[in-house]
């Protein structure tokens, strides 16, 4: 059940921040969407099924997360599916670990003449932790002021950036400042609270507990229901790619405007409505969509 939970976590937080999960671990991709294929059939009831994201630079970007001492058999174990899939694919694969394992190992097994592609990319979570990010969220909170989506997802990682011991202290905390986060309305969108939910399930052991904690994320379901309605919503890849369509759609509207803007005060206004698709009003006062 630990794994289970612990996997949870990561995969409904990488979906839900998408780009910006990819952005915290300081990752040269930029995401377009889930790769889907019978390797990893993204089923909520599949709770081994592996996380890889297809990337705008044709790479795809398979995330493994590791609570537990990397050893030669993880990293061979990784590296058996970044093979396979890379042959199911015929796109270049690169792995990402991202380990809550407050201890680094000293397993390695590829030599450094091979190459990067070939080589997982490892992170620990405990060197993501910076104290003045912390302290600066916790007095923009006091202050209320508004809340960015990077440091939401900060907050939610928080659990995983100390060791076991500490974490069931450093969720009660997280959970006090989303409290007041949604108290203050310092953000909007309830949905990035969720994956908190199987870290309370994972480290809080009191039912009562639980209860409390949960309800302050005002998603009052269980974990297994949770991750089963995240990963087969398509919310992360239907919101990307409605995104990239409607910035396109936006960017080339925009172009449009800004010729017949170039055309009204070479030749006149009346030569820019006949020449374009925009109103007289929208030229008028040079705001589009007026």
């Known amino acids: 059940m630990q794994h289970q939970n612990i996997d949870k976590f990561f995969k409904v937080s990488a979906i839900l ?3 910006v999960f990819v952005d915290f671990f300081g990752l040269n991709y930029n995401v ?3 790769y889907r294929n019978e390797l990893n059939t993204f089923k909520g009831s599949d709770l081994l099924t592996d996380l890889v994201f297809e990337t705008r630079e044709g790479i795809l970007l ?3 997360f590791q609570d537990k001492k990397l050893k030669k058999e993880h990293l061979k174990k990784y590296m058996d599916y970044k093979v396979h ?12 670990i991202i380990c809550t394992y407050h201890i680094k190992s000293d397993v390695y097994i590829y030599d450094e003449t091979e190459t990067s592609l070939l080589k997982p990319i490892i992170h620990y979570l ?4 910076d104290e003045v990010k912390y302290l600066t969220i916790k007095n923009k909170i006091n202050n209320e002021l508004k809340l960015s989506l990077r440091e939401i997802q900060f907050l939610v990682l928080l659990p995983f950036m100390t060791s ?9 905390d997280v959970c006090n400042l989303i409290e007041k986060i949604k108290d203050k309305k310092l953000f909007d969108d309830e949905k990035y609270y969720l994956p908190l ?6 480290y809080v052991s009191d039912e009562t507990e639980q209860k409390n904690l949960i309800k302050v994320l005002t998603m009052n379901m269980p974990a297994d229901e949770i991750y089963e309605k995240v990963m087969n919503s398509g919310i992360y890849e239907q919101g990307l790619e409605q995104g990239l369509e409607q910035g396109l759609e936006q960017g080339l509207e925009q172009g449009e405007f800004n010729m017949a803007l170039k055309i009204k005060r070479f030749w006149g206004i009346d030569e820019a409505v006949r020449l374009s698709n925009f ?9 589009l969509g007026k």
Request: with cysteine; proline share 2%.
């Open 126 to 129: 405990t060197e993501n932790y």
């Open 62 to 64: 398979n995330f493994e």
């Open 85 to 96: 899939l890379q042959c199911q694919s015929g796109k270049p694969v690169v792995t990402v």
């Open 197 to 202: 939910i199987s870290a309370i399930h994972q």
């Open 32 to 34: 377009i969407r889930l």
């Open 279 to 287: 109103s007289k009003k929208e030229l008028e006062e040079e705001i």
């Open 17 to 19: 921040f998408g780009q």
């Open 164 to 172: 076991k011991k500490f974490r069931l202290n450093k969720i009660r």
